[in-house]
């Protein structure tokens, strides 16, 4: 087995720009709490290479349904097999693309590999093929980092 990762998931709030009607004072406003999946310290997104276009799954309405999905509870919902872990920032629709990655229990590990760009149309358009990053995490950390959204 490779080394194990550190995973973690952070929250932010995302903001609303509206320069046309309200002050500058007004200007950047929060209007959703976010998080991001943090991986030995870095995100997800900084590792595969991909600009901050896309957010993570865990922003949307349907949080406690894609936390038991990444907790292997649930299947997937892409026909693929596959696990979103970043969707559209508009509207969260993975018909607008959304990075994908397969999933995987070994052990008392979960593997995160295969990172891909999908969406309901194409094939999977595998990211980082010259350079394959799988991530290894410890599960009960993993379980119990992303059961701890639920609780906020």
Do not use: H
């Not at 995302?14 to 200007?27: A, H, I, L, V, Y």
């Not at 309405?61 to 026909?79: D, G, K, V």
């Not at 990211?127 to 609780?151: A, C, G, M």
């Amino acid at each position: 087995m490779d080394k194990i990762n550190f995973f973690k998931t952070e929250s932010y709030s995302k903001t609303e720009s509206n320069s046309k009607t309200e002050s500058n004072s007004k200007k950047n406003k929060p209007f959703s709490l976010n998080y991001d999946f943090v991986i030995n310290g870095k995100s997800l997104l900084n590792l595969l290479n991909q600009p901050p276009r896309l957010v993570c799954i865990l922003g949307w309405e349907a949080r406690e349904q894609e936390i038991q999905r990444l907790q292997l509870r649930i299947p997937p919902e892409l026909i693929s097999g596959r696990y979103s872990l970043y969707v559209c920032n508009e509207c969260g629709d993975i018909g607008c693309g959304a990075i994908t990655a397969k999933i995987t229990k070994e052990k008392d590990a979960i593997i995160w590999s295969d990172f891909g760009f999908e969406n309901t149309l194409d094939d999977v358009d595998y990211l980082n093929n010259d350079k394959r990053q799988d991530f290894y995490f410890d599960y009960t950390q993993y379980i119990d980092n992303l059961n701890k959204i639920l609780s906020m």
